[in-house]
T-cell receptor
């Protein structure tokens, strides 16, 4: 079983749509959680951290359920510029950061 | 100023050759990493160094030898290159320990290695 598993993509949505990505992790010792974004042929960049109580950053909302070992990302009012690969990321014991395989999102006009 | 820079950006070479990729960060971070992203786009951790000491070695063939001369530099040398080594190699750095408030890994732009 992979340490971090994500929804298979791609997701094709129209502008303005709401889209949700799910992620599960297998190591209960995981300490911190993040969503990264990777554009085509670019390096990954931090989108947002995921806090235990859930957190929001503009159109983006992240949730964490430690009991179920589940993380989610909700994007509201999708923009063309949201088209990218979204990576679920889990940090274990400070030094080891594991990336999920990513979910591709295509937002169409 | 580029925070994490790696060279070269592109590398095309023959099987059996030896090549190196260099990485430097000017963020003052203590920890640096090498990740490999293969053709399926899966980003996999290879090595992690903290203050020049190897912390993580993720079952990488010993043809791959990282070297950290100081905490701002982490180089990757690959011996006897194989076709399966073709990938994009990303260098990254971070503060440690990683936590929700300091969780950002800063990546270089990647080095695309093609082995023919």
């Amino acid at each position: 079983r992979k340490e971090v598993e994500q929804d298979p993509g791609p997701f094709n949505v129209p502008e303005g749509a709401t889209v949700a990505f799910n992620c599960t992790y297998s190591n209960s010792a995981s300490q911190s959680f993040f969503w990264y974004r990777q554009d085509c042929r670019k390096e990954p960049k931090l989108l947002m951290s995921v806090y235990s109580s859930g957190n929001e950053d503009g159109r983006f909302t992240a949730q964490l359920n430690r009991a179920s070992q589940y993380i989610s990302l909700l994007i509201r009012d999708s923009k063309l510029s949201d088209s990218a690969t979204y990576l679920c990321v889990v940090n274990i014991e400070g030094f080891k950061t594991i990336f999920g395989a990513g979910t591709r999102l295509f937002v169409k006009a | 100023d580029t925070a994490v820079s790696q060279t070269p950006k592109y590398l095309v070479t023959q099987m059996g050759n030896d090549k190196s990729i260099k990485c430097e960060q000017n963020l003052g971070h203590d920890t640096m990493y090498w990740y490999k992203q293969d053709s399926k786009k899966f980003l996999k951790i290879m090595f992690s160094y903290n203050n020049k000491e190897l912390i993580i070695n993720e079952t990488v063939p010993n043809r791959f030898s990282p070297k950290s001369p100081d905490k701002a530099h982490l180089n990757l040398h690959i011996n006897s290159l194989e076709l399966g080594d073709s990938a994009v190699y990303f260098c990254a750095s971070s503060q440690v320990p990683l936590a929700e408030d300091t969780g950002e890994l800063f990546f270089g732009e990647g080095s695309r290695l093609t082995v023919l």
